[in-house]
């Protein structure tokens, strides 16, 4: 790890790359954890990889090593400039940096493509990445993702702890934890703990053609609207019905009255999205 951290040192100064908070600049370490990306993300040597936020490249090399093309988006300048001298010197004819904001970009591939993302993630647009990859009609196969532990956990949250985040990512997705990452493992260290989280999309043709997905996530908001509040009465109060018809049409899927929006599964939901909306 040290050995990582002098490099990450010298080539912040050489390039004049001081690392930015607001960016969510922590640059990666710990060898162990690039290699565990790597294996989590099962690479082919036809695959596509969109990498996003290679920062000074080391996983954009072993990336490379494995997959038939990387396409790295970068947002800062100054890394995105060392990027493009850093894969001519190292002779990765596979990889191509991007500078641009990855929430803007269109990535403008043929539906048949399969892709998969690899990403080291600012927390503050985990949410806004997640909605716009799972939502797609052109999904990615797989995404391994580094994110706050308190992010990854959320997301893959069982019944009993769900929220509107985890039933986002479980409805379109199979997601695990795959490891760990103290905040030791980056330069510079950050406040919180980290997590490398694998997430599976599911095949297009699983409930997505019995359900509209603007009504289930209507429904989803509706019953997770005030947390302290059982299910039935937040959707008696989403779709101004009474708190007795709420309750009966969640009895009538072998729940509770007294349940709560935390407490029902992903198939739960979907079960409960054909009372309201059959």
Known sequence: MMELLEKTEELCRLYGI???????????????VYDAVVV???LRPDDLVLEVGPGLGFLTAKLAQKAGKVVAVELDDKLAAYLKTAIKTQNLGNVEIINRDILSLSLNLASETKYKIVANLPYNIS???LRKFLTTDHRPDLLVLLLQK?????IVAKPGE????ALSV???AEAEIVREVPSKDFYPAPEVQSAVIKIK???KHVHFSQIEEKKFFQLAKFGFSAKRKMLKNNLSGGFHISTAEAQEKIENIGLAGKI???DLSVAEWLELYKQFYS
């Open 150 to 154: 308190e992010v990854a956990e959320r």
């Open 18 to 32: 001081k690392p930015a908070r607001s960016k969510g600049q922590n640059f990666l370490i710990n060898e162990e």
């Open 260 to 262: 709560r929006a935390e």
């Open 170 to 172: 479980q409805f379109y």
């Open 162 to 165: 769900m929220s509107l985040l």
């Open 127 to 129: 949410s806004k990445f």
């Open 40 to 42: 989590a993300a099962e």
């Open 201 to 203: 999309t599911r095949p």
